[in-house]
């Protein structure tokens, strides 16, 4: 019984330290940094997050556009405005294949990483995908549960260091909760699929609801796709095998005897780990009101807007053979028309991240105008007249213009002014 009871501990520890090194210390250390970057608040980045995320960085993807030199390196991908992903262990991977990416630099096509507290990959240009189909931008999905992922994986490291420390049957109940990992990731990424599928917005190609592939390939579109599992949900599962392991044994160990009585040794341990995850807990908390993450989030829930849905009754009315063909003619032409906005799509995905732009236009303007202002699916921007560009997106933005709400709803008038002062130095470069 004590060799049970001994090896329930030990693989208890195992689950906690899997748990702590590939979900725990990158989520709370590397907390706030991506809106800190954002908001243009480098300096309050503490120094320990820089030699953090490039540790974890190594091994991982990293976007081809990002030059070689800058690669794993926090500070540089910072100055030169690179896509930067979270450090956590990527749990799901979904991505996207096209004829515009080379099997040689895609050979599993267009990737993002799914993770508890955020994304990584080549998510900016997945989002410009995303807009033109009229699904909801990839930071939209899971965004309350990326909010409060510091704090649950605090606690879960705090439940399975107190089964190792306690002999207690409630704690001991607990663990289904580590067991169910897996199975509660696989529900909560499900639910954010169907949401993505069933609310759409109009974009410049029209697709009917749908749910999106959770695991294989499917079809968006002209594009194919695929979502599978990677590291970090097998990290999941081995939390979930090592913690259903240790509550048998533990169980089988204590199953005759009473539990044993706590001495100060335990409790001193005890308040040390209830202090540690108290801490992490603080920090994690003055963090995300040091950058507004409330805010933030209410500002990206209220951007998103599902299509209105109207019903008309009509009388039925039999088509004349001149009418049926002016109808067959105009579906032609919306069907020709469809199938250009798809090769232009396909053209302009991948060109991002070769002309060093801020991150206000970056993320805001860039998908549709082109990462230079060039004219992708939406119009060239080269050449407008300051005052011209000013009133029309003040226009936009008093009169909810369908196609910019998701982008002016959230954008002073300086940073309106700021990103076209922008746009006209870009000639120049």
Same mark, same amino acid.
């Given at each position: ?9 030990? #693989? ?24 800190? !970057?954002? /908001? ?23 976007? @081809? ?12 991908? @910072?100055?030169?405005? =690179?896509?930067?992903?979270? &450090? ?12 515009? $990416? &080379?099997?040689?630099?895609?050979? $599993? ?8 507290? *955020? ?28 909010? #409060? ?16 420390? $306690? ?16 199975? #509660? ?8 699929? $169907? ?7 109009? *974009?410049?190609?029209? !697709? ?23 590291? *970090? ?12 392991? +240790?509550? !048998? ?9 009473? /539990?044993?009585? +706590? ?24 963090? /995300? ?7 933030? @989030? ?28 002016? !109808? ?20 302009? +995905? ?27 699916? *939406? ?7 300051? =005052? ?25 008038? =300086?940073? @309106? ?13």
């Amino acid at each position: 019984m004590k060799v049970a009871y001994w090896l329930s501990k030990i #693989l208890a520890g195992a689950a906690l330290i899997v748990l702590m090194y590939g979900f725990v210390v990158p989520s709370v250390g590397f907390h706030g940094t991506l809106e800190r !970057i954002k /908001d243009g608040k480098v300096e309050d980045i503490p120094a320990y997050v820089y030699p953090l995320w490039n540790f974890y960085q190594k091994d991982r993807y990293i976007s @081809i556009n990002t030059p070689q030199k800058v690669r794993g390196d926090l500070r540089k991908m @910072i100055e030169i405005s =690179e896509e930067i992903g979270v &450090p956590s262990m990527p749990v799901w991977k979904f991505s996207l294949e096209a004829p515009n $990416y &080379p099997k040689e630099a895609f050979p $599993y096509g267009l990737p993002v990483f799914i993770h508890f507290d *955020g994304l990584s990959g080549e998510v900016h240009e997945m989002n410009t995908i995303n807009h033109y189909v009229g699904m909801a931008h990839m930071e939209r999905g899971g965004i309350y549960e990326r909010a #409060l992922a510091p704090y649950a994986l605090i606690m879960l490291a705090l439940l399975l260091a107190l089964f190792m420390i $306690y002999d207690s049957k409630w704690i001991d109940f607990l663990m289904a909760i580590p067991v169910l990992l897996p199975f #509660l990731f696989m529900g909560i990424y499900g639910y954010w699929l $169907y949401w993505f599928g069933h609310t759409l917005q109009s *974009g410049a190609i029209t !697709i009917k609801p749908f749910m999106p592939i959770l695991l294989g390939d499917g079809k968006v579109a002209q594009f194919t796709t695929h979502a599978f599992p990677v590291i *970090g949900f097998w990290a999941l599962v081995s939390i979930s095998v090592l913690s259903l392991a +240790a509550w !048998i044994l533990k169980v089988k160990a204590c199953k005759n005897h009473v /539990d044993r009585q +706590a001495t100060f040794l335990r409790h001193g341990l005890a308040v040390c780990v209830a202090i540690a995850a108290l801490w992490a807990g603080l920090y994690t908390l003055m963090t /995300d009101i040091n950058v507004n993450t409330l805010a933030k @989030i209410s500002a990206i829930v209220g951007t998103t807007k599902p299509k209105p849905v109207t019903e008309t009754i009509v009388q039925p009315q039999i088509p004349s053979v001149n009418t049926q063909e002016m !109808i067959e003619k105009e579906r032609e032409a919306e069907r020709k028309e469809q199938a250009l906005k798809v090769k232009a799509l396909e053209e302009r +995905a991948g060109s991002l991240g070769k002309f060093k732009v801020s991150p206000l236009y970056k993320s805001n303007c860039a998908p549709c105008h082109g990462v230079n202002g060039e004219g992708a699916m *939406g119009t060239k921007l080269l050449g407008l007249k300051q =005052e011209a560009m000013v009133q029309k997106l003040l226009e936009y933005k008093q009169q909810q213009e369908e196609m910019h709400i998701a982008v002016l709803d959230h954008m002073s008038k =300086e940073e @309106i002014q700021s990103v076209i002062d922008e746009i006209s130095r870009f000639e120049a470069q």
